[in-house]
């Protein structure tokens, strides 16, 4: 069994910087692919990035250049560097794991990732 837990949410002004990580507990592989997610309130999730297995990193267009992705493997940990915050970003962030995390045309996929956390808040104004 394999639990995931986020933390680092908050509330940030528009230009500001959080740092999300995701930590990994119980049963867990020594390789995997992991992704965040996130659902803005009122709206479908999305795939905000993704870091493959072979260490392929897929971004949300609407995040390139301001957000990194990377993960600790001896830490089990998986991070995402927030910089230039935008309202628009404003939503619960969910981070994922297995040992693959889709990528279907471009776009991180919401499927296929057995492992999932709660979720951390994100609010920027």
């Known amino acids: 069994h394999v639990q995931l837990v986020e933390s680092g949410g908050g509330s940030a002004q528009a230009g500001g910087s959080l740092r999300l990580s995701c930590v990994g507990s119980?049963?867990?592989?020594?390789?995997?692919?992991a992704a965040w997610i996130r659902r803005p309130p009122g709206k479908e999730p999305e795939g905000v990035a993704r870091i493959a297995l072979n260490g392929d990193i897929t971004y949300l267009e609407s995040v390139k250049g301001r957000f990194t992705i990377s993960k600790d493997n001896a830490k089990n940990t998986l991070y995402l560097q927030m910089r230039d915050v935008k309202p628009e970003d404003t939503a619960t962030y969910y981070c994922?794991?297995?040992?693959?995390?889709?990528?279907?045309?471009?776009?991180?996929?919401?499927?296929?990732?057995?492992?999932w956390g709660k979720g951390t808040q994100v609010t920027v104004s």
């Open positions: 119980g049963n867990t592989p020594r390789k995997y692919s």
């Open positions: 994922a794991a297995d040992l693959t995390c889709p990528v279907v045309r471009g776009r991180v996929a919401l499927y296929g990732m057995g492992y």
